[in-house]
C-alpha cells in the first residue's frame, strides 16, 4: 500500500487540504498534478495514473474535488484506489455532500479524520461508524479532559460497539436486484446480468448472533432438498463481519452485524432472462428538416407486477428544436440539457405495450462536428419482484438477552446500466 | 476576507494567540488556532506564530491538541530549535491518562522529522509499545519505523526488532499489521520482513479478524512463505479461498497474487488456480469504481498475454457501454482483441466496427488496429471490415486502415490481393505523415498489381515541393525506385523528376539565401512573394487587352469605362509596361521616404489577380503580392508617368483590421503628380471594392 501523502484538490488543482504521511516525496511535487492532467486529458490519454519522474499520482475525482495519493514505491494500485473511495465514502458520513464548500467549513474535522485514516502510509481505522463515535461534528462542544477511547477501537469485532440499546429490536432486509442490459441496435442482447445486493437496517440491543437462509442451490444440494426453488448464485461477496469459513463449510451466513445501514452481500447471476422491459425504436433523420421518433415499449415480466418510476431516455441530436410528442399513456419531456427526450410512465404493469412519438424540427444549416450515438437509456423499479427468485427463509437472532426481534424482508428489482443501442 | 499580506496576517494573529482574554475563552482561542491552520492549509507562511502555538499546545482541549500539533509537524523543520521546546509538553501528553492523547502525542511526536528528535522519541516509543491501549501500541509500532526512518539507514536495533516480532502476536489486528508494515520499513536493507513457518500460520489464522487492508497487506507477505509441502500449500489454498470472494477489490487482487505465485511453484495446480481466480477478476472488471475497473482490465490484459483465451467465454463482458471513460473502453478494446476465438470472433468483431465510427477519433483507430491485430489470425472477415471502412472516406479512418494494411500484408501475405484492390482512391482521403508513408509503402512493394499504382505516386512527386514531412519524401523516393524495377516505363519519367529534385537541393539550401529578405521574412512568406513575382514576370508580355478581356466577368462593363478614362482625367500620364526588377524596387524603396500615407476602407476577402489586373489597365505595375487570404496582406506597385518620376506604392491589409494602408513613395518630390497618382489609385482599389460588394 504505502501512499507517501494524500491531497483534496480544487477543479483548478489548488490544494484545499495536504496530509504528508511519510515524508519520501516532496510535497512541492502536487503542482506538477493538474498540468499532466490537462495534457494527457489533450492527447486523449487520461488515465488514473499519471506520473511525473520518480513520483505516481493515483487520482479520483468526486464531484469539485479531485482526491490524490501520491507514492514512489510500487504500490497496490487497487488498494490505494479502494483507499482514496473509502475516504470519500468517511467524509460522505460526516458531511453528508463531499464538495470544495463542504472540506473548506469542516477542514478541522477533514484533517482530524485524515489523522486516523491513515498513518505513515498505512490505513488505519476506517470504519465511519468507529470513528463517529470519537471524532465528532459539533467540534464547538467543548470536551476537557474525559474524551475517551470507545471500546471499538480495541474491541475483538471491530465493527459493532458493545452496550447498544434499543426500546424495540428489529432488522430491516432490503434484497435489491440491478438489471444491468447492454442491446445491440439490430436488437440483439449483447449483455444481460443481474446484480443482487441484500441490504441490513439494523436496530438491535447488545451483541446479537444473526443467521441468514435463503433459497441457495448449493445449500439445497448439500442438505438434499428439491432444486426447484432455489437459486445459484455466482461470485457471492460478504462484508467482512460474515463467517466465510463457517459459509465455505455449511454455505450458512451467520455474523455479528453492524449497527445501522450496511450491505451484507452482493451476488450475480448471469444466466440470460428476458429483458423485463423490451424498447423498440424507430429514429428516423430527415437532414435539414426534422426528427422523427416512434418508441415502443413493452414490460416483458408477470402480469401481477407493475414497474414504478418507467423513464425511458431517448437521444435526440444537439440541435434539434420545436419538439412535439404523442404518447399512448405517461408524459413526454424534452431535455435539451442532455439532449433526450424523457417518457415517464408512473405505473407500467406487466404484459403491457406503449407507444410515444416525438417530432423534431432540425435546422436547416447542419452543424459541423459529428454527434456520438448515445444509446436509449431505461430506469425502472419493480416491487415484490426478484429476476432470480430468491427468497429469505428465515432470519434467526439470538443474543445472550433472549429478547425476541423481528425480521422485515423487502423485495425490489432496479434498472441498472440499462442500455439499448440506436443505430 | 479582506486581502492582506501574510505578515499582516501572521503579526494580528500572533497578537491574538498572545491575549490573555482569548486564552482564557477555549472556545475564541481554539478559533484563532483554527485560522493559524486555515492559512497554512492555503500556503501562506505561517512559521512566525510558532512560539505562540507551542504556548497552546498546553490545553486539556483534544481538539486544539490535534491542530497544534499539525501545525509543529508542518513546521518543525523550518525551526528545530523552537520545536524542541514542544518536546516538553508532548512527552508530559505521552504519560497522560487518556490514551487518545498518548496516542495523538505519540504520534505527532514521530512525525516532527527535524534532526535531534529521535534521543526524545525513543523511550516513549519503548513505553508505547507495552501500552495497555492498543490505539498507542498501534501508534507506536509505526513510530519505530518512522524512527528508524529518522536516522537515515543506520545500524538496526536488534532489541526493537525482536520486541516487534513478539508483538506479532498482539491481539489486536490492526498493531498486527502495524507490526509487518513496521518490520518490513526497518529490515528494508536485509530484504524485509522474514515469513518464517509459524507466522505465516499465525497470520493465516488471524486473517479473518483483520480489516480489508490488514489482509490485502497479509496477503502480500505471505507471498514470501513457500509451504514445504503439497499438502501444506493446498491447505493454504483452502483456507484463502474465501477471500477471493472478498467485497473488497483490493483483497480479491492480493488473493489472487498468492494463488498464482503459490501455484507457480507447482504447476499441476495452476490450470486449476486460475479458474478459480477467474469470477473475481471478472467481477472486477465490472466494478462500480472507474479507476478498480481500469486497474482489473490492465491485470486481466496482463493474464491474457501469457494465456490468449482464458476469458474467451466472457467477451462480452468487455464490450464497451456509451458512457465509460475513455481508459477504460481502450483497455477493454485490448482485451477484446485478446481473447478472439473461432466461436466469438464474428461478435467481437461485429462489435469493434461499431467502435470504428465512434465521435471519438482516438477511440475509432484503436478499434482499428483492433481489427488489425484480430486480422493477423482472422484475416479475410477482417480485411473485408477493413475495405468497407475505407467507403467511409474519413482522413482520421482511411490513414489507420492503410497503416494496418501495411502491417497486415507484412505478416499476412495472402492478403495482398484484396489489400491491393481496397487501395485505389485512398490517397483523396490521407493527410498524415503515418497514413501517406503506409500508402507510398505499399503502392512501392505491391504497385504491380495496383494498375493507378504510378500515377498516384506522380501526384506525390508532384506536390514533394510542399510535403513538409521528410519520413514521406524518403518513403516516396524509396517506393518509386521500387515500382520502377516492375513497372520502368511509367515510372522512369518521374523518378527522374524525384531524383532531379532531390539532388538539386543541397541539404544547406538556406545558404544561398543568407544575408538577403528571405531570413527576415520567413521562408513561407518569401516563397509566396517571390512566386507572385514569377506570375508577374510573363505579364508584360501579354498585350494589354488580352489580359484584360480574360479579367473581363471579374470587371464589369461600367467600371471598365471608368477605369480607362482615368488616365485622361489628370495631368498624370502613366507609362505603360514599365517594368521595374524587384532588386531595383527594393533599393528604391529602401531609399526614398514615404511621400503620402493613406487608408482606404476595406472589407473581406478579394482575389489580389482582380486587383492586380485591374491595376495593369491603368498602367501600375505589381512587383510582389502576398498570397490570397493571408494576413497581414501586402502589395508592392510600381508606375512611372511620362516624365520619368517614379510611384512606388505599398498596400497593406492588417488582420483584423477593415483598412487598406497606402503608403506611397516618389522619387521626385512633385505634390499634383502625387496627388493625381494617388487619385488614380483610390479609385481603382475603390472599384474592386465595389465590385465585390
Not at chain 1, 451466513?253 to 452482493?266: A, Q, Y
Not at chain 2, 501526384?459 to 519524401?473: G, I, Q, R
Not at chain 2, 498596400?651 to 483598412?659: R, V
Request: glycine share 6%; aromatic share 8%; net charge negative.
Amino acid at each position: 500500500m504505502s501512499a507517501s501523502a494524500v491531497f483534496i484538490l480544487d477543479v483548478k488543482g489548488k490544494p484545499l487540504i495536504s496530509r504528508n504521511y511519510k515524508g519520501d516525496v516532496a510535497m512541492s511535487k502536487i503542482e506538477h498534478f493538474m498540468p499532466l492532467l490537462v495534457q494527457r486529458e489533450e492527447e486523449g490519454a487520461l488515465a488514473p495514473l499519471l506520473s511525473h519522474g520518480q513520483v505516481h499520482f493515483l487520482w479520483i475525482k468526486h464531484s469539485n474535488l479531485y482526491l490524490v495519493a501520491t507514492t514512489s514505491k510500487n504500490a497496490n494500485a487497487s488498494l490505494v484506489y479502494s483507499f482514496l473511495y473509502k475516504t470519500i465514502e468517511v467524509f460522505c458520513e460526516y458531511f453528508k455532500e463531499l464538495e470544495e464548500e463542504s472540506i473548506r467549513d469542516n477542514f478541522v474535522i477533514v484533517y482530524e479524520l485524515l489523522d486516523e485514516l491513515m498513518d505513515f502510509g498505512f490505513p488505519q481505522t476506517t470504519d465511519s461508524k468507529i470513528l463517529q463515535e470519537y471524532i465528532t461534528q459539533q467540534s464547538n462542544k467543548l470536551e476537557t479532559g474525559k474524551s475517551r477511547v470507545p471500546p471499538t477501537v480495541t474491541n475483538a469485532v471491530s465493527w459493532r460497539s458493545e452496550g447498544i440499546k434499543y426500546k424495540k429490536d428489529e432488522v430491516f432486509i432490503d434484497v435489491i436486484e440491478s438489471v444491468n442490459l447492454l442491446v445491440n441496435a439490430n436488437g440483439s442482447v449483447l449483455l444481460s446480468e443481474i446484480v443482487g445486493t441484500i441490504k441490513l437496517k439494523v436496530f438491535l440491543s447488545g451483541m446479537p448472533e444473526l443467521r441468514l437462509g435463503l433459497n441457495d442451490r448449493v445449500l439445497f444440494e448439500l442438505t438434499g432438498r428439491s432444486k426447484n426453488k432455489s437459486v445459484e448464485l455466482e461470485d457471492v461477496k460478504f462484508h467482512q463481519c460474515v463467517r466465510l469459513s463457517r459459509f465455505d463449510n455449511d454455505r450458512t451466513i451467520s455474523f455479528i452485524p453492524p449497527d445501522g445501514d450496511f450491505e451484507l452481500m452482493s451476488y450475480r447471476l448471469s444466466t440470460q432472462v428476458k429483458p423485463l422491459i423490451w424498447i423498440e425504436s424507430v429514429i428516423e433523420k430527415f437532414s435539414h428538416s426534422r426528427v422523427e421518433i416512434m418508441v415502443k415499449a413493452k414490460g416483458q415480466f408477470k402480469k401481477q407486477s407493475v414497474a414504478n418510476g418507467v423513464e425511458i431516455s431517448v437521444p435526440v441530436p444537439s440541435d434539434a428544436d420545436s419538439p412535439r410528442f404523442k404518447t399512448s399513456v405517461g408524459s413526454a419531456k424534452y431535455v435539451p440539457e442532455r439532449n433526450v427526450v424523457i417518457w415517464s410512465i408512473k405505473s407500467f404493469p406487466g404484459g403491457k405495450e406503449y407507444l410515444m412519438r416525438a417530432h423534431f424540427g432540425l435546422p436547416s444549416v447542419e452543424k459541423e462536428e459529428v454527434e456520438g450515438r448515445p444509446p436509449i437509456g431505461v430506469k425502472f423499479e419493480i416491487p415484490y419482484f426478484t429476476v432470480s427468485g430468491i427468497q429469505v427463509r428465515y432470519m434467526k437472532i439470538i443474543e445472550k438477552s433472549g429478547y425476541q426481534a423481528l425480521p422485515w424482508v423487502r423485495y425490489i428489482t432496479q434498472s441498472g446500466d440499462y442500455q439499448l443501442r440506436t443505430s | 476576507m479582506p486581502y492582506l499580506g501574510s505578515e499582516d496576517v501572521v503579526k494580528e494573529l500572533k497578537k491574538a494567540l498572545c491575549n490573555p482574554h482569548i486564552q482564557a475563552d477555549r472556545l475564541r482561542y481554539r478559533n484563532v488556532i483554527q485560522r493559524v491552520i486555515r492559512y497554512m492549509t492555503q500556503g501562506l507562511d505561517m512559521s512566525g506564530v510558532f512560539m505562540e502555538m507551542v504556548k497552546a499546545s498546553a490545553t486539556v482541549d483534544i481538539v486544539q491538541k490535534k491542530l497544534v500539533y499539525l501545525y509543529m509537524c508542518t513546521y518543525a523543520p523550518l525551526k528545530p530549535d523552537l520545536a524542541l521546546l514542544a518536546i516538553n509538553t508532548l512527552c508530559k501528553d505521552c504519560s497522560d491518562p487518556n490514551p487518545m492523547v498518548r496516542g495523538l502525542a505519540l504520534r505527532s511526536m514521530c512525525s516532527l522529522r527535524m534532526p535531534g528528535v529521535q534521543e526524545y522519541i525513543q523511550q516513549p516509543i519503548l513505553n508505547g509499545l507495552r501500552d495497555k491501549a492498543s490505539y498507542v501500541r498501534r501508534v507506536a509500532v509505526l513510530g519505530c519505523a518512522k524512527m528508524h526512518n529518522l536516522h537515515g539507514d543506520s545500524e538496526v536495533d536488534g532489541a526493537l526488532v525482536n520486541e516487534l516480532y513478539s508483538l506479532l502476536r498482539d491481539q489486536d489486528p490492526i498493531v498486527v499489521v502495524n507490526c509487518l508494515r513496521s518490520l518490513e520499513e526497518i529490515l528494508k536493507q536485509e530484504g524485509g520482513v522474514v515469513i518464517n513457518k509459524p507466522i505465516a500460520h499465525h497470520l493465516l489464522n488471524r486473517m479473518s479478524k483483520l480489516d480489508q487492508w490488514g489482509q490485502a497487506e497479509v496477503l502480500n507477505f505471505l507471498l514470501r512463505y513457500q509451504p514445504r509441502s503439497e499438502e501444506e500449500l493446498f491447505d493454504i489454498l483452502n483456507l484463502l479461498d474465501s477471500f477471493l470472494k472478498s467485497s473488497s477489490p483490493g483483497v480479491v487482487m492480493g488473493a489472487t497474487k498468492l494463488f498464482l505465485i503459490l501455484a507457480k511453484m507447482f504447476p499441476h495446480v495452476q490450470t486449476d488456480v486460475l479458474v478459480r481466480v477467474k469470477g473475481p477478476l471478472l467481477a472486477a472488471c465490472s466494478s462500480e469504481s472507474r479507476e478498480l475497473c481500469f486497474v482489473a482490465l490492465c491485470h486481466v490484459r496482463q493474464i491474457l498475454h501469457s494465456l490468449p483465451g482464458h476469458f474467451s467465454s466472457h467477451y462480452k463482458k468487455f464490450f464497451c457501454s456509451y458512457s465509460e471513460p475513455h481508459y477504460i473502453k481502450l483497455q477493454k478494446v485490448e482485451v477484446l482483441c485478446e481473447l478472439v476465438n473461432d466461436e466469438n470472433v464474428q461478435q467481437v468483431l461485429e462489435e469493434l466496427r461499431g467502435y470504428c465510427t465512434d465521435v471519438s477519433a482516438d477511440f475509432a483507430q484503436a478499434a482499428i488496429f483492433a481489427i488489425g491485430g484480430i486480422a493477423r489470425t482472422y484475416t479475410d472477415q477482417c480485411v473485408q471490415i477493413l475495405t468497407e471502412l475505407l467507403g467511409l472516406r474519413q482522413e482520421h479512418i482511411t490513414t489507420v486502415v492503410v497503416q494496418t494494411f501495411r502491417d497486415l500484408v507484412w505478416l499476412c501475405p495472402q492478403c495482398t490481393e484484396a489489400v491491393c484492390q481496397a487501395l485505389p482512391g485512398c490517397e483523396e482521403n490521407i493527410q498524415d505523415s503515418e497514413g501517406k508513408q503506409a500508402l507510398i509503402w505499399l503502392l512501392g512493394v505491391h504497385g504491380e498489381r495496383i494498375p493507378n499504382a504510378p500515377y498516384v505516386l506522380e501526384d506525390f512527386v508532384e506536390n514533394v515541393k510542399s510535403e513538409t514531412f521528410p519520413a514521406v519524401k524518403m518513403e516516396l523516393l524509396t517506393a518509386l525506385l521500387r515500382l520502377f524495377l516492375s513497372r520502368p516505363a511509367e515510372c522512369q519519367d518521374m523518378l527522374g523528376r524525384l531524383l532531379y529534385y532531390c539532388i538539386e537541393r543541397p541539404v544547406n539550401s538556406w545558404a544561398s539565401d543568407f544575408n538577403t529578405l528571405v531570413p527576415v521574412y520567413g521562408k513561407a512568406h518569401w516563397a509566396t512573394i517571390s512566386k507572385c513575382q514569377g506570375a508577374e514576370r510573363c505579364d508584360p508580355e501579354l498585350p494589354k487587352t488580352s489580359s484584360f478581356a480574360a479579367s473581363g466577368p471579374l470587371i464589369p462593363e461600367e467600371n471598365k469605362e471608368r477605369v480607362q478614362e482615368l488616365p485622361d482625367s489628370g495631368a498624370l500620364m502613366l507609362v505603360p509596361n514599365r517594368q521595374l526588377t524587384a532588386d531595383y524596387f527594393e533599393k528604391t524603396w529602401l531609399s526614398l521616404k514615404v511621400a503620402h500615407q493613406q487608408v482606404l476602407p476595406w472589407r473581406g476577402e478579394f482575389h489580389p489577380d482582380t486587383l492586380q489586373m485591374a491595376l495593369q489597365v491603368v498602367n501600375i505595375q505589381t512587383i510582389a503580392m502576398s498570397r490570397a487570404g493571408s494576413r497581414p496582406w501586402k502589395a508592392y506597385l510600381s508606375a512611372q508617368d511620362d516624365t520619368g518620376c517614379l510611384f512606388l506604392t505599398e498596400l497593406l491589409l492588417e488582420p483584423g483590421n477593415s483598412e487598406m494602408q497606402i503608403s506611397v513613395k516618389q522619387n521626385e518630390a512633385r505634390t499634383e503628380t502625387l496627388n493625381s497618382f494617388i487619385s488614380v489609385l483610390e479609385t481603382v482599389i475603390g472599384t474592386i471594392e465595389e465590385i465585390k460588394s
